[in-house]
């Protein structure tokens, strides 16, 4: 088997570093930058934070199954990025960073996968 080629290690870091991104961001957008009530920012992680985390060991470890289920648990977050920056002016740039988050990790992940696939062919 070829080593792991220059454009495979640039897409798997860079999902890696998307989807971890992601969590973190939906976490900083419940926890301190949106407008959630003390006493509701438990259930809001719990909701929100939740899904990310159940494909977290496999995206980790680099398993292509788990990272396209990752791809799809990722796509709430694109349309909830999408919707809160299209309808909520005041916070429209923490919608556009989830969505920025979410659709970097869609697409660096399908080409981690597809390119890994690749050169194990080859």
């Not at 640039?10 to 926890?31: C, E, K, Q």
Request: net charge positive; hydrophobic share 55%; with cysteine.
């Amino acid at each position: 088997m070829r080593p792991v080629d220059t454009r495979t290690a640039w897409a798997r870091r860079l999902s890696l570093a998307a989807y971890l991104g992601l969590i973190a961001w939906v976490m900083l957008w419940i926890v301190v930058l949106g407008n959630v009530a003390r006493e509701h920012v438990s259930i809001w992680l719990l909701l929100f934070c939740g899904p990310l985390l159940l494909p977290l060991r496999g995206v980790l470890a680099g398993r292509d199954k788990t990272l396209i289920w990752g791809a799809l648990v990722a796509l709430p977050y694109l349309v909830h990025g999408g919707t809160v920056a299209w309808s909520d002016g005041d916070q429209r740039w923490l919608g556009l960073a989830e969505l920025v988050f979410s659709l970097t990790y869609l697409v660096t992940a399908s080409l981690f996968v597809r390119w890994r696939a690749e050169a194990a062919q080859a």
